[in-house]
């Protein structure tokens, strides 16, 4: 074990140059200075420096001829290398080579702290109901923040209305994303889609609905929704209750003797995860609220329209949000 | 175009077996598909049966029934390898096919003899591109992601799409295999069904107009190209640069011979 | 005469016979560096955002910040016909048909994710050796700010071109607005100007924020750092002749000044060739955005990562009380959880003073990680934690490249969260002790003795206690040798 245990020590040591001795502390000064370039690092950067305009005279003919993508970042990035390179080189040989040693600055001045702060005293001299300005000058303070937030949490009411709205009424036709009624009889058993309120807004967040047939001999609705699923039909709000990411994934076992688990509606964004037979309780993942759910009915024509509104607020929770 | 020539050869020879079989019963079969229903039966029996059932009743709590699943879905699940499963406890995933293409076409008409829809027709080329992106997000991107990479769903994995035949898309949409929903003919017509395919065909062979395409799923593989690719090089240019007064200054080696 | 006429020439008497600059200039040129690599990570998060400015410039000349809807009629074949938002077909527009303009896209974006991964390099470095101790708190301060406003920066960037990711992004933006508490709702709504998507003005509200309110404050107090910076002068690294009273390194000019501008250069090449060879963000691919629809697993740029792991490791929980729902899910991850990390970055020194070091007074030599087990372990742990939830934030991706079930694989980061910091925690803190045990010596450290040099040239054992202790255990008292 404490052989493992001095292993690990080394490796870390060895990554770290814990192996280097350290230096030790001495008083020598470290100032230096190095002066005179090789000639070989000279030619160098000159040859680098050289470069640059051949490689930037190509990525200007690349820009207005033949403007790929690939081509241009490879010469213009090509350039830039050059230019560093010869920086670099610049930098390291061809200047002189340098340590100073600076001192550091004392940044507090004992003496004319003192000064500054008997200034600062001396603004207040002669005022002799310090305490009673300072809770004015609070209260001040507090009524100007007062004046500023209420306004804004004062939206509140109102702004119920606006977060629950949803355009589903009684009667309110489902259609696809083109518009086109949809029949119960397109809903097969196993099939997933997505319809909105007729004549209503598609990007509306109280409009997309998930529709899903089950075999209603499984459905665990509670006993208040019992009409809510005609011929086994169900649906529910596109819009996760979590952090309002559509819910487009619809996990519908084929053959439920073998795969455990039951038809569910899944966010894609953080795998909340709906029990689409039970009202859309959530099985997995964060959402802290069941999916809401549209009652359905059938027309004459066949055509699904909504039997009332949304079961509850389509979208994420607020703060005071009534649920 | 192989490809294409083999499936209409499978088709017209499922169809052909399929046709006789449900109006030959009293007639008695002809002599090549019965045979090949035949031949398709005794494999059935062999590699199938133990989960589905001898007769394809399938198996309660083993495997569903097969009897009218049709060519179509036998054909999916054999040519994309998922069948036969080593056990009904795993996810059915795309691997090579287990049989070759004649014990295939077999097995095909011996569970297309049940009756059932047959083998999808698809044609990518008469599809509309713009239209199968718009339907692809609408209705696989949630699941397959909208480069058709593949992903996760709470409970199972969902595959790519990379190697999907227009055939096999067509033919998935319509049995919704595993936990996939299923589309009808009212939901997603034939035609969509060809726009699909040719947006998946699409994406199969992206152009990558910005280079390497890294996979194709965002952030992820940027992320990891940012810190393994820029952020490394960068550290090291960094390191390189600011070596210098070690060396000269504080350099190990140097002090150690003070010592 | 005629020399002052000559002396007018150069450039340094025009600017001094102008501005009274010759001072200024002789501060900057004498201007010490302490050479080490490691301060070279806030440079390149520096350069990075130079780079940004530059082909965001470029980018806002093209860019329509519009979200009224479009049929797309341009030159991409996959959407054609297909309704997008006026942000979105500019987007496309920059990327097909603007010279040069996938290539500055690009740059942008590696340049936002390299920014950010610098700053996050740059304040590691900074936590574990120490450098926000006096007298650098107030910059550390200012640091960890623009950490918070890079990435919130980065944000709405990537939210900006309206396509199916960055939609998805700021729904769950909004869902996190409206958990804050008290005001969540009516300050999302207020931000949106409505329910999410919002009205038009939202997307024109992002991109005042994103091209320059967010930029002209980040600038700025990458001004005042740099300012107070050379205020007080660099830390530095204990060494020969280094005290807490100097600084030793290369002056500015002429060694220096080149070679930061290298590094200027070396950082935009990284950034250029990457913009050019590595395809990021390809918005066309991913399609335009609608409430209705979703992607499979939707990620945000990387600093953001753990933010996500964090709303997808959170258990169902909302507080509700009085039939009000009081604190909504995302609150949990998208706000408590950056909220208590951000807050422990900025109670750092105080932590520090208060309770790891004890110690109030003013340093400038850094200490390395080893030298302070406590801190160093303090901040491994927290570290891990946060990688450990980031990690989590991309899992399903993992997941499925090996086959693993994803509801595990949460609970097995929920374990591991709780479970990984401490292990790291002490880890940490063991390894340190052991290196600052073993000092100088590791190899001799394991057995036998040490034998040196005396001061009448023989040998003698050096006695365990000196190795334990060596003088430069702390950089007080290699100070108070000196």
Known sequence: MSRIWKAIVMFVMWRTGGLRRHPTATAR?????????????????????????????????????????????????VTLALLAAALVLAGRWLVPQETKVEQRPQLADPEMTQQVREQAAAGMEGVTRRRLLTGAAGAAGAGLTAAVVIPVVALGPGLE?????????????????????????????????????????????????????????????????????????LAYSKICTHAACAISLFRDPLSPSTESKGPALVCPCHYSTFDVLDGGSVEFGPAGRPLPQLPLKIDAAGVLRAAGPMSGPVGPSWWGDPS | MTAVAVVCGALALVDFAAHWDASATTLGKPAMPSS???????????????????????????????????????????????????????????????????????????????????????????????????????????????????????????????????????????????????????????????????????????????????????????????????????????????????????????????? | MSGAHQHAKDPVTFVDERLGAARGLRFLMDYVFPDDWSFLLGEIALYSFIVLILTGTFLALFFDPDTTPVLYHGSYQALQGQSVSGAYASTLHISFNVSGGLLARQIHH?????????????????????????????????????????????????????????????????????????????????????????????????????????????????????????????????????????????????????????????????????????????????????????????????????????????????????????????????????????????????????????????HDLLERPRDNPRRSALAAAVLSAVTVVFAAGSADRLFFQFGFGYEGAVWFFRGAFLLVPVLVFVLTKRVCEQLGRERSYPLRGWSGTVVQRNSRGGFEATPDGDLLSPPEASPESSASRL
């Not at chain 3, 969540?184 to 998507?197: V, Y």
């Open chain 1, 29 to 77: 000064d470290p100032s230096e200075r190095h002066t005179g370039a090789p000639a070989w690092a000279e030619r160098l950067v000159a040859l680098l420096l050289l470069l640059i305009p051949i490689a930037a005279v190509v990525f200007v003919a690349l820009f207005t001829l033949h403007p790929n993508t690939q081509l241009l970042g490879l010469a213009l990035g």
């Open chain 1, 161 to 233: 209305e606006q977060l629950r709205r949803t355009p589903w009424r009684t009667g309110r036709a489902l259609v696809d994303e083109q518009g086109n009624p949809i029949l119960a009889t397109d809903v097969i058993e196993r099939s997933f889609l997505t319809a909105f309120p007729q004549h209503a807004d598609e990007e509306d967040l109280g409009s997309p609905v998930v529709v899903v047939r089950v075999d209603p001999m499984t459905l665990k609705l509670p006993p208040e929704r019992a009409g809510w699923a005609p011929e086994g039909i």
């Open chain 2, 36 to 259: 090949l229903v035949a031949q398709g039966q005794s494999l059935f029996e062999s590699s199938c049966a133990a989960c589905h059932g001898i007769a394809a009743q399938g198996i309660r709590g083993r495997a569903p029934s097969l009897r009218g699943v049709g060519a179509l879905a036998a054909d999916f699940y054999l040519e994309t390898g998922r069948m036969p499963l080593p056990s009904s406890r795993v996810q059915p995933l795309r691997t090579s096919p287990a049989f070759p293409q004649s014990k295939i076409k077999a097995l095909i008409a011996y569970v297309a003899s049940f009756g059932g829809p047959e083998i999808s027709v698809v044609h990518p080329r008469q599809g509309s591109l713009a239209e199968g992106q718009r339907l692809f997000g609408l209705d696989c991107a949630g699941c397959h992601t909208i480069q058709g990479q593949g992903g996760i769903v709470t409970g199972a994995i969902v595959p790519s799409l990379n190697q999907a035949t227009p055939t096999q898309i067509g033919e998935a949409i319509r049995i919704g295999p595993y936990v996939m929903p299923r589309f009808s003919e009212g939901e997603l017509s034939t035609a969509e069904v060809d726009s699909l395919a040719r947006y998946i065909q699409s994406i199969q062979h992206p152009d990558n107009l910005g280079g390497w395409g890294i996979g194709r799923i965002g952030p992820i593989p940027e992320g990891m190209v940012a810190w393994l690719l820029a952020a490394a090089a960068l550290l090291l240019i960094a390191r390189l640069l600011g070596e210098r007064t070690r060396e000269d200054a504080g350099s190990p080696r140097q002090m150690g011979g003070d010592r």
């Open chain 3, 110 to 362: 590696w340049a936002a994710l390299v920014f950010v991964a610098a700053i996050t390099l740059h304040l590691l470095r900074i936590v574990f050796t120490g450098a926000f101790r006096k007298p650098r708190d107030i910059n550390y301060f200012i640091g960890v700010t623009l950490l918070a406003l890079a990435i919130l920066e980065g944000f709405a960037g990537y939210s900006l071109p309206d396509d199916l990711l960055s939609g998805m992004g700021l729904a769950i933006a909004w869902g996190v607005a409206m958990s804050l508490p008290l005001i969540g709702g009516p300050f999302a709504t207020a931000l949106w100007g409505g329910r999410f998507p919002g009205s038009t003005a939202f997307e024109s509200r992002l991109f005042i924020a994103h091209v320059f309110l967010l930029p002209a404050i980040i600038g700025g107090l990458i001004a005042v750092h740099l300012a107070i910076i050379m205020r007080q002068r660099h830390s530095q690294f204990p060494g020969p002749g280094r005290r807490e009273d100097n600084v030793v390194g290369t002056p500015m000019w002429p060694g220096y000044a080149l070679r930061s501008l290298g590094l200027f250069a070396a950082v935009a090449a990284v950034l250029v060739l990457m913009g050019g060879l590595i395809q990021i963000n390809p918005v066309w691919l991913w399609g335009p955005y609608h409430p209705y629809i979703g992607t499979n697993g939707a990620q945000p740029d990387w600093y953001l990562g753990w933010l996500i792991g964090a709303l997808r490791l959170m258990p169902n929980l909302e507080i509700h009380a009085f039939g009000h729902t009081l604190v909504p899910n995302p609150f949990f991850g998208g706000v408590l959880f950056p909220g208590l990390l951000f807050g422990l970055l900025y109670a750092l020194p105080w932590l520090d003073r208060r309770f790891i070091s004890r110690d109030y007074r003013r």
